[in-house]
């Protein structure tokens, strides 16, 4: 796993593009029969991409771990946003779909992953972080997920919502995990935008034509800067940062969040007046 190791504010306004990229971007999620995973010392979470397609693919602790096994002192979240799969929780079978979602709490020693299809593989994106109590495993749907319209057409921002794995849907430790849609039209997401001291987060784009790019702003909210980011790739958003983005064309994104608390509504909104 690459490591991301945390960094103050302060030396963050000095970087130039090059190397806040290096520190927060991260430019490849999905590789073809592989588990494809980053650690970041922002509350410890590790994200990623696990794709599997002529073979099954086992999560087992890295040497970063120290662990017996992945989610011995942690849990785990993850969305397929490809074809059908099957992830396997200690011999028991779960089906995910495209926009299916499982959570697996600690303590599960055994975590498989595999494609139904060799013509479209599944694409599984998850997240994990440190747990200090098991929660029972669960399977979400899509339409069990909680649905929120949020924005409107003037502010360029209408946007669907997901949350899956939510405290109104799953127990979890500290986790929490969502997918946005941007509704054709708009381009905005989370503008006005916040930050939220109690929890980090990371933001993966999604779903996006080759040529579309979004334009993902980061930073204290008066010392903002931004990263150019393509189809399924990812941003580190550390809890003193802004995150919001305006894309060229259509996309989706999956956040998840880790931290002090789970409150989703927990925020720091930013006045406009206070950007720069």
């Known amino acids: 796993m690459k490591v991301f190791y945390s960094n103050h504010p302060d030396d963050v306004k000095k970087y130039d593009t090059e190397e806040l990229r290096q520190k927060f971007h991260v430019g490849e999620i999905f590789r073809l029969d592989s588990i494809n995973l980053y650690y970041s010392h922002q509350d410890r979470i590790i994200f990623g991409g696990i794709m599997p397609l002529n073979k099954v693919l086992n999560l087992e602790a890295a040497e970063e771990l120290r662990a017996e096994y992945f989610l011995e002192r942690r849990e785990l979240g993850a969305i397929n946003i490809g074809g059908k799969g099957m992830v396997i929780v200690d011999n028991t079978e779960y089906p995910i779909d ?55 057409v003037v502010d360029v921002n209408r946007r669907q919502i997901n949350k899956y794995v939510h405290d109104d849907i799953v127990d979890t430790c500290q986790l929490a995990m969502g997918m946005t849609e941007i509704e054709e039209g708009s381009a905005w997401n989370t503008m006005p935008c916040h930050t939220h001291e109690r929890r980090m987060e990371v933001y993966m784009y999604f779903d996006m034509e080759a ?52 409150d989703y509504d927990d925020m720091d909104n930013v006045a406009m007046d206070v950007i720069r």
């Open 98 to 152: 495209k926009y299916e979602a499982i959570y697996v709490g600690k303590g599960s020693k055994k975590l498989s992953f595999s494609t139904q299809s060799l013509n479209d593989p599944a694409k599984f994106y998850i997240a994990s972080c440190p747990a200090h109590r098991s929660c029972p495993t669960r399977k979400i749907s899509y339409e069990e997920a909680i649905h929120t319209k949020a924005g409107n």
């Open 211 to 262: 040529d579309t790019r979004v334009f993902h702003f980061m930073g204290l909210p008066y010392e903002t800067r931004h990263i150019v980011v393509k189809n399924e790739e990812a941003v580190i958003s550390p809890s003193w940062s802004i995150h919001a983005g305006v894309g060229t064309k259509n996309y989706k994104f999956i956040w998840c969040m880790c931290g002090e608390n789970k």
